[in-house]
């Protein structure tokens, strides 16, 4: 089935309708938005009829198939129920939030979450696969932090929301452990090969990790003890989020998560145990606190819980009807639970309190929204000819069947039917504190009944209980029968859905539970005295607390690592990348490996003892700084010779042209710097950095040592074959950088005039300092350009781009190219701008260095683009020989044209950095009268 | 000959990353500058030395590996743009701030400053 594919992505595109819709009219942005939701529901609804047939629908796109990654869907009984809840029960709730909003809630953003929402949790119950379960796990983790929070100018919203997402997304990750560590046991991701080895994995010595690790994911999610507190505190939320998300999906993913893996993961000691003794906790406690609830929602918020806690038990139980009862108690608690909530929400919205010291009597302002929300209360109670009664029979009954805890077996139907004593007060409060009980109490508002439309939704979930209570069998027969076969991954067992089975203990039992719970209700006041001799304690408290406690701890951790001293940032990273080196380098043998030394000369033991002392003097100098500013060109000097040397004529001529322009830069910086560095390395630092530097510089002198006495296998010979027939030059250098490796070379030059433009932007608007005087207090000398530089420097000129252009011209076949060119043509107008100052080169020649900068990098990967006309792959060079008289033969290359490029961004770039800089110096310097 | 350059690649390398780690803006800069020497010369050397042979067709009998050169030469210009705009931001940072310490601030004046200074700071 390939729309399968396609159809959990249909609420995503929903997403974008009600932000668009919403400035038209509400009611238009409901009808709207309801419509993916619903095309989405029909679609599926129209595979009902196969699924119940038992036919499984699955499409799967591949992704990344060696590790397990592919977008995988499937439609099964399970999953068929549950779309069906989230989809059917996410129409109802849109419908209702219309009217629940008020006109300044922004109604779009409202209901892109909430389909937003939709569309995580269908992908959830609609995966196939296990990580991306996962994902759409997480995301509904992330989008119900949007919905709770959506009152966000709320205290309780944001706190609320903040530790929702704290425990779910914790759950979140403990699920994810547990998936990997599933799935790379069974060596597969999709959740088909997952459910098949079920005796596989329950084998495992990885079996226990696997079963704390998911279930904690599910126990988080569906707010079972002791991570149930959650759940209250989201209440801060709409009412319409609480009627969706914390009754009918949400909370029930956890569920799912165990109804999904229970063929992989139940039946055995460790998950009954776990599992339903968790459940049993959590189903006592909820249900025994909600009847001590005063607000409205907070009493559901904790019948909501034990209702969770009612089904994880029957999971737990590991008998396949208990399986049954629980995907009945699903559904119907997801009926009746929503439906309270919205009439819940009613209440509040008509009458202005959601408190039930407040609340009293309202039958007689809205008997009919009390009528409703005293049928499904009475489900939830567990009365019978409501649907309520039905799965708590069932419950009942398998509590009876369980022998697991030996001799004390006996405990669990007992402690069944007390929850069920409490589920009937509490039940009870709800229906006779509100809408009897005396008169209301100080209310905000006069209460009245809803808008019609309003109560819509409520009626059909109410209508629903009576059905399904009345007919079960007619009304979710085939859809129960369906879901629970996924469930077990088998036929489900026989069961009877009727609703008279005869005297029998579970009916004993649900008798018990009513009248205990009605004696409970009744009997309340002394319960409640009881009650608050507790002392408070708030969870939200607590929770804060810890979080605020964490933070400090991790705060505390930073700034023991992270002083902010940058100097000890570095230290520290080169130490490590020094230790990791060396680690390596202790498996090397011998230093010097078998290639013979070339032998050494006179001429090279004096540069090479040259650049020594230059290095040290720069270091021992290094506070005078013009005078390590000399020592240091003196160093670069003697680098450009060592290349000349060894046979790189072009590195040589690059790294002589830089040197130029690096001095220049480096001693206008200074001028805005200040003139010396004082002395503050403690002895200790300076001993510890230089140790460190010693070390390092020993093992970089060692690796280039046992490099370059080893053998060279070089990749080189392709360029050096190529280099003429294919590249049409003869320095492979600059072959290399125009036409094999051009793409680099384009990027480089990008990277380049990026630099310079950042610099520009520096530059611009700095606030200066400048001194007006030397280090020694001498105020700077007021002579003029000197009349000699000027001059030779004029006369200079032409001859200096000639040879830039000869250098450019020849790069392609002898040393030299772009980027030389680019750097000779740079000092030679770097010497007018010395020589005469900026101002005067201003009114002379008007350069625009960014534009050259534009169109260098613009030349460049145009020639490039050229060759795809000729359809060539980008950058391909093109070259031909031609005769012109006098000139002769020459060559032509599009290598030519990228070059150029380089070249102009060289230039470009170059003077951009130092032509702003150098004006910065002259034209807003300070000046100082020398004294007489 | 590649002892004497590999002495000269780690000194140049320990020089660097002793400015490097010092505390004001003027001398990282310095430092970086003898480091991207140093890293210049230690990947060109991975070319091996080679006296005389110039990578240039028909120049000479024997041909220095190209690959490493042109890695230099881009290498030697990034170098440069590297150098200018740290220099650059160096100099934004004393005028924003007020000082020429990498940290931004001044060291506290009861820390480090208040101990004698050693040898070749």
Same mark, same amino acid.
């Given at each position: 089935?390939?729309?399968?594919?396609?159809?959990?992505?249909?609420?995503?595109?929903?997403?974008?309708?009600?932000?668009?819709?919403?400035?038209?009219?509400?009611?238009?942005?409901?009808?709207?938005?309801?419509?993916?939701?619903?095309?989405?529901?029909?679609?599926?609804?129209?595979?009902?009829?196969?699924?119940?047939?038992?036919?499984?629908?699955?499409?799967?796109?591949?992704?990344?198939?060696?590790?397990?990654?592919?977008?995988?869907?499937?439609?099964?009984?399970?999953?068929?129920? /549950?779309?069906?809840?989230?989809?059917?029960?996410?129409?109802?709730?849109?419908?209702?939030?219309?009217?629940?909003?008020?006109?300044?809630?922004?109604?779009?953003?409202?209901?892109?979450?909430?389909?937003?929402?939709?569309?995580?949790?269908?992908?959830?119950?609609?995966?196939?696969?296990?990580?991306?379960?996962?994902?759409?796990?997480?995301?509904?983790?992330?989008?119900?932090?949007?919905?709770?929070?959506?009152?966000?100018?709320?205290?309780?919203?944001?706190?609320?929301?903040?530790?929702?997402?704290?425990?779910?997304?914790?759950?979140?990750?403990?699920?994810?452990?547990?998936?990997?560590?599933?799935?790379?046991?069974?060596?597969?991701?999709?959740?088909?090969?997952?459910?098949?080895?079920?005796?596989?994995?329950?084998?495992?010595?990885?079996?226990?990790?696997?079963?704390?690790?998911?279930?904690?994911?599910?126990?988080?999610?569906?707010?079972?003890?002791?991570?149930?507190?959650?759940?209250?505190?989201?209440?801060?939320?709409?009412?319409?989020?609480?009627?969706?998300?914390?009754?009918?999906?949400?909370?029930?993913?956890?569920?799912?998560?165990?109804?999904?893996?229970?063929?992989?993961?139940?039946?055995?000691?460790?998950?009954?145990?776990?599992?339903?003794?968790?459940?049993?906790?959590?189903?006592?406690?909820?249900?025994?606190?909600?009847?001590?609830?005063?607000?409205?929602?907070?009493?559901?918020?904790?019948?909501?819980?034990?209702?969770?806690?009612?089904?994880?038990?029957?999971?737990?139980?590991?008998?396949?009807?208990?399986?049954?009862?629980?995907?009945?108690?699903?559904?119907?608690?997801?009926?009746?639970?929503?439906?309270?909530?919205?009439?819940?929400?009613?209440?509040?919205?008509?009458?202005?309190?959601?408190?039930?010291?407040?609340?009293?009597?309202?039958?007689?302002?809205?008997?009919?929204?009390?009528?409703?929300?005293?049928?499904?209360?009475?489900?939830?109670?567990?009365?019978?000819?409501?649907?309520? /009664?039905?799965?708590?029979?069932?419950?009942?009954?398998?509590?009876?069947?369980?022998?697991?805890?030996?001799?004390?077996?006996?405990?669990?139907?007992?402690?069944?039917?007390?929850?069920?004593?409490?589920?009937?007060?509490?039940?009870?409060?709800?229906?006779?504190?509100?809408?009897?009980?005396?008169?209301?109490?100080?209310?905000?508002?006069?209460?009245?009944?809803?808008?019609?439309?309003?109560?819509?939704?409520?009626?059909?979930?109410?209508?629903?209980?009576?059905?399904?209570?009345?007919?079960?069998?007619?009304?979710?027969?085939?859809?129960?029968? %369906?879901?629970?076969?996924?469930?077990?991954?088998?036929?489900?067992?026989?069961?009877?859905?009727?609703?008279?089975?005869?005297?029998?203990?579970?009916?004993?039992?649900?008798?018990?539970?009513?009248?205990?719970?009605?004696?409970?209700?009744?009997?309340?006041?002394?319960?409640?005295?009881?009650?608050?001799? /507790?002392?408070?304690?708030?969870?939200?408290? %607590? /929770?804060?607390?810890?979080?605020?406690?964490?933070?400090?701890?991790?705060?505390?951790?930073?700034?023991?690592?992270?002083?902010?001293?940058?100097?000890?940032?570095?230290?520290?990273?080169?130490?490590?990348?020094?230790?990791?080196?060396?680690?390596?380098?202790?498996?090397?043998?011998?230093? %010097?490996?078998?290639?013979?030394?070339?032998?050494?000369?006179?001429?090279?033991?004096?540069?090479?003892?040259?650049?020594?002392?230059?290095?040290?003097?720069?270091?021992?100098?290094?506070?005078?700084?013009?005078?390590?500013?000399?020592?240091?060109?003196?160093?670069?000097?003697?680098?450009?010779?060592?290349?000349?040397?060894?046979?790189?004529?072009?590195?040589?001529?690059?790294?002589?042209?830089?040197?130029?322009?690096?001095?220049?830069?480096?001693?206008?910086?200074?001028?805005?710097?200040?003139?010396?560095?004082?002395?503050?390395?403690?002895?200790?630092?300076?001993?510890?950095?230089?140790?460190?530097?010693?070390?390092?510089?020993?093992?970089?002198?060692?690796?280039?040592?046992?490099?370059?006495?080893?053998?060279?296998?070089?990749?080189?010979?392709?360029?050096?074959?190529?280099?003429?027939?294919?590249?049409?030059?003869?320095?492979?250098?600059?072959?290399?950088?125009?036409?094999?490796?051009?793409?680099?070379?384009?990027?480089?030059?990008?990277?380049?005039?990026?630099? %310079?433009?950042?610099?520009?932007?520096?530059?611009?608007?700095?606030?200066?300092?400048?001194?007006?005087?030397?280090?020694?207090?001498?105020?700077?000398?007021?002579?003029?350009?000197?009349?000699?530089?000027?001059?030779?420097?004029?006369?200079?000129?032409?001859?200096?781009?000639?040879?830039?252009?000869?250098?450019?011209?020849?790069?392609?076949?002898?040393?030299?190219?772009?980027?030389?060119?680019?750097?000779?043509?740079?000092?030679?107008?770097?010497?007018?701008?010395?020589?005469?100052?900026?101002?005067?080169?201003?009114?002379?020649?008007?350069?625009?260095?960014?534009?050259?900068?534009?169109?260098?990098?613009?030349?460049?990967?145009?020639?490039?683009?050229?060759?795809?006309?000729?359809?060539?792959?980008?950058?391909?060079?093109?070259?031909?020989?031609?005769?012109?008289?006098?000139?002769?033969?020459?060559?032509?290359?599009?290598?030519?044209?990228?070059?150029?490029?380089?070249?102009?961004?060289?230039?470009?770039?170059?003077?951009?950095?130092?032509?702003?800089?150098?004006?910065?110096?002259?034209?807003?310097?300070?000046?100082?009268?020398?004294?007489? | 000959?590649?002892?004497?350059?590999?002495?000269?690649?780690?000194?140049?390398?320990?020089?660097?990353?002793?400015?490097?780690?010092?505390?004001?803006?003027?001398?990282?800069?310095?430092?970086?500058?003898?480091?991207?020497?140093? @890293?210049?010369?230690?990947?060109?050397?991975?070319?091996?030395?080679?006296?005389?042979?110039?990578?240039?067709?028909?120049?000479?009998?024997?041909?220095?590996?190209?690959?490493?050169?042109?890695? @230099?030469?881009?290498?030697?210009?990034?170098?440069?743009?590297?150098?200018?705009?740290?220099?650059?931001?160096?100099?934004?940072?004393?005028?924003?701030?007020?000082?020429?310490?990498?940290?931004?601030?001044?060291?506290?004046?009861?820390?480090?400053?208040?101990?004698?200074?050693?040898?070749?700071?």
């Amino acid at each position: 089935m390939n729309s399968l594919t396609w159809l959990p992505f249909l609420p995503l595109l929903g997403t974008l309708i009600p932000l668009i819709s919403a400035r038209y009219s509400r009611t238009a942005c409901a009808f709207l938005t309801a419509a993916l939701p619903a095309l989405t529901l029909f679609l599926i609804l129209s595979h009902a009829g196969d699924i119940f047939q038992g036919e499984l629908f699955q499409s799967a796109i591949p992704w990344i198939p060696a590790i397990g990654l592919e977008l995988a869907f499937r439609l099964d009984g399970l999953a068929l129920l /549950f779309s069906i809840l989230i989809l059917g029960i996410g129409l109802l709730v849109i419908l209702y939030a219309r009217y629940y909003l008020s006109a300044k809630d922004s109604i779009g953003k409202f209901y892109a979450y909430l389909i937003l929402f939709m569309f995580a949790m269908l992908g959830v119950v609609l995966s196939d696969n296990l990580i991306q379960l996962w994902f759409f796990w997480e995301l509904t983790s992330i989008s119900s932090f949007l919905l709770i929070s959506f009152w966000g100018h709320k205290t309780e919203a944001r706190k609320g929301a903040r530790m929702a997402l704290t425990v779910t997304g914790a759950g979140g990750l403990a699920l994810l452990a547990g998936l990997l560590i599933l799935g790379n046991t069974v060596g597969s991701f999709s959740l088909q090969d997952i459910l098949d080895s079920g005796a596989f994995i329950k084998a495992s010595s990885n079996y226990p990790v696997i079963v704390v690790l998911i279930l904690l994911g599910a126990f988080t999610k569906s707010a079972q003890f002791p991570f149930h507190f959650w759940l209250p505190n989201a209440m801060a939320a709409p009412t319409p989020v609480s009627a969706y998300l914390h009754s009918a999906t949400m909370v029930k993913a956890g569920i799912f998560l165990m109804a999904r893996f229970y063929p992989a993961l139940a039946d055995t000691d460790l998950w009954f145990l776990i599992v339903s003794l968790t459940g049993l906790a959590t189903f006592l406690m909820g249900a025994y606190i909600a009847l001590f609830q005063h607000d409205l929602k907070g009493l559901l918020a904790n019948s909501t819980i034990s209702h969770l806690g009612l089904i994880t038990l029957l999971l737990g139980m590991g008998t396949d009807l208990a399986a049954v009862a629980a995907i009945f108690h699903i559904i119907n608690h997801a009926i009746f639970k929503a439906s309270l909530f919205m009439a819940a929400g009613i209440i509040d919205h008509e009458s202005g309190s959601r408190d039930m010291r407040q609340l009293n009597g309202l039958w007689k302002y809205m008997p009919y929204t009390a009528t409703l929300a005293m049928v499904a209360s009475a489900s939830m109670a567990g009365v019978p000819l409501m649907n309520g /009664f039905l799965s708590k029979e069932m419950f009942f009954t398998e509590t009876l069947h369980q022998a697991s805890l030996g001799s004390l077996s006996w405990f669990i139907p007992v402690l069944a039917t007390l929850g069920g004593v409490f589920a009937v007060a509490y039940s009870m409060r709800f229906i006779h504190d509100v809408f009897f009980n005396g008169e209301p109490i100080n209310l905000p508002k006069t209460p009245h009944e809803p808008p019609r439309y309003m109560r819509v939704p409520v009626e059909i979930l109410v209508a629903l209980c009576l059905l399904v209570g009345i007919f079960p069998g007619f009304m979710v027969g085939d859809l129960l029968f %369906a879901a629970a076969s996924a469930t077990l991954n088998a036929q489900a067992p026989s069961y009877s859905l009727a609703i008279w089975h005869g005297f029998n203990f579970p009916l004993l039992m649900s008798v018990i539970a009513l009248i205990g719970g009605l004696l409970m209700y009744h009997n309340r006041s002394h319960l409640f005295k009881f009650q608050a001799q /507790f002392p408070k304690n708030d969870p939200k408290l %607590a /929770f804060e607390g810890v979080i605020q406690s964490l933070t400090v701890k991790a705060q505390r951790f930073i700034s023991i690592t992270e002083n902010g001293s940058l100097q000890r940032y570095i230290f520290f990273a080169l130490g490590l990348a020094v230790v990791m080196t060396a680690s390596s380098l202790m498996k090397l043998n011998a230093t %010097a490996g078998q290639r013979p030394e070339i032998p050494v000369d006179a001429m090279s033991i004096t540069a090479a003892v040259l650049l020594c002392i230059s290095a040290l003097a720069t270091v021992l100098w290094h506070r005078r700084r013009i005078i390590a500013l000399i020592t240091l060109s003196v160093v670069g000097l003697i680098v450009s010779l060592a290349f000349a040397k060894f046979s790189a004529p072009d590195l040589a001529l690059t790294q002589l042209s830089v040197e130029v322009v690096t001095v220049i830069l480096l001693i206008l910086a200074l001028f805005f710097l200040p003139q010396k560095t004082p002395k503050e390395s403690s002895p200790r630092r300076v001993v510890r950095d230089l140790s460190l530097a010693a070390f390092i510089g020993g093992v970089i002198g060692t690796i280039c040592y046992a490099l370059m006495t080893r053998p060279l296998d070089t990749i080189s010979t392709f360029f050096t074959e190529n280099s003429k027939t294919g590249g049409g030059g003869t320095n492979i250098v600059n072959v290399i950088l125009v036409d094999f490796r051009g793409f680099d070379t384009l990027g480089e030059i990008t990277v380049l005039g990026i630099a %310079a433009l950042g610099i520009y932007k520096l530059i611009s608007r700095m606030r200066l300092y400048m001194p007006s005087s030397d280090g020694d207090g001498r105020p700077w000398s007021e002579d003029r350009y000197p009349i000699m530089l000027s001059v030779i420097s004029q006369s200079l000129l032409p001859l200096a781009l000639l040879v830039s252009a000869y250098i450019f011209l020849r790069g392609h076949n002898m040393p030299g190219g772009g980027f030389i060119a680019g750097l000779i043509t740079s000092v030679a107008i770097i010497q007018q701008y010395v020589a005469h100052g900026v101002q005067w080169i201003k009114t002379r020649v008007k350069l625009d260095y960014q534009i050259m900068i534009g169109s260098g990098i613009g030349i460049a990967t145009l020639s490039g683009l050229g060759s795809w006309a000729f359809g060539y792959t980008f950058l391909s060079s093109w070259f031909d020989y031609f005769y012109l008289p006098v000139i002769g033969k020459f060559e032509l290359a599009s290598a030519m044209m990228f070059d150029l490029g380089v070249f102009l961004t060289v230039v470009g770039a170059t003077m951009l950095i130092l032509a702003n800089l150098g004006q910065l110096t002259t034209s807003e310097r300070p000046v100082q009268k020398e004294h007489d | 000959m590649e002892g004497m350059y590999a002495f000269c690649v780690g000194l140049l390398t320990a020089c660097g990353i002793f400015l490097t780690l010092r505390g004001r803006s003027f001398s990282v800069v310095i430092g970086l500058t003898l480091l991207s020497y140093a @890293v210049n010369l230690f990947l060109f050397a991975s070319g091996r030395l080679k006296l005389n042979a110039a990578a240039v067709l028909g120049q000479s009998e024997q041909y220095s590996d190209p690959l490493p050169q042109a890695l @230099v030469l881009t290498a030697i210009v990034i170098g440069f743009a590297m150098t200018a705009f740290v220099v650059i931001l160096a100099m934004r940072a004393r005028a924003d701030l007020g000082n020429d310490h990498v940290d931004g601030v001044l060291p506290d004046q009861e820390g480090e400053s208040s101990h004698k200074s050693g040898g070749n700071n």
